[in-house]
């Protein structure tokens, strides 16, 4: 099955700086990268999401870039506020009801 | 409303029991799904169902069976639990059948086994 990596497994930076978060897959069939954010004790919700017909996307402070022949995408987030902190994971799918996520990053935005 | 509803939301119990989890969602999806995230927080898919038919399911021991009577609910039934099977189980939906869409989580059910 897909093998999804995901780093760093943690992340500290001070508020208002950038935040960064990678992950590689192994299947060249997959064609949907979500990222989702969850908060302590609660449930992962998208926060993000893109295709692979698409290298890049943006939703105000957060973006995501492909690189399907390297087969990674990363997760920007910029400005960043304490209500940031969370754990983050990234998934893969090839549109097969099948979606795999990372192993998670948490991160902390210090004020 | 809630969309992706799973109850309880808190589950006790002891070695060897048998415990069911309920799922149902009101959002018209057709692709229904269960995930075990551990203590170190990996979420890993257990099952996938799609229109009540079993999709996906990733080398879990038979002990857990999913069972959905319509596509609106997927239900989980756990027998002999262990001790490892201590786990929050998250159950997803999403609009359908190849489409990679956005998953909808349920709450979580914390599983304790003692």
């Known amino acids: 099955g897909e093998n999804v990596e995901q780093h760093p497994s943690t992340l500290s930076v001070q508020e208002g700086d950038s935040a960064v978060i990678k992950c590689t897959y192994s299947d060249s069939a997959s064609n949907y990268f979500p990222w989702y954010k969850q908060e302590l004790g609660k449930r992962p919700q998208l926060i993000i999401d893109?295709?692979?017909?698409?290298g890049e996307k943006k939703d105000q402070r957060i973006a995501v870039t492909l690189n399907k022949t390297a087969k990674h995408f990363s997760l920007h987030i910029t400005e960043t506020q304490p209500e940031d902190s969370a754990v983050y994971f990234c998934a893969v799918s090839k549109g097969n009801n099948d979606m795999r996520f990372g192993a998670g990053t948490r991160l902390t935005v210090k004020p | 409303d809630t969309a992706v509803s799973q109850t309880p939301k808190y589950l006790v119990t002891q070695m060897g029991n048998d415990k069911s989890i309920k799922c149902e969602q009101n959002?018209?999806?057709?692709?229904m799904y269960w995930y075990k995230q551990d203590s170190k927080k990996f979420l890993k898919i257990m099952f996938s169902?799609?229109?009540?038919?079993?999709?996906i399911n990733e080398t879990v021991p038979n002990r857990f069976s999913p069972k959905s009577p319509d596509k609106a609910h997927l239900n989980l039934h756990i027998n002999s639990l262990e001790l490892g099977d201590s786990a929050v189980y998250f159950c997803a939906s999403s609009q359908g059948q190849f489409s990679g869409e956005k998953l909808f989580f349920g709450s979580g059910t914390q599983l304790s086994v003692l």
């Open positions: 959002l018209g999806h057709d692709t």
């Open positions: 893109i295709r692979s017909n698409v």
């Open positions: 169902y799609n229109n009540k038919e079993l999709i």
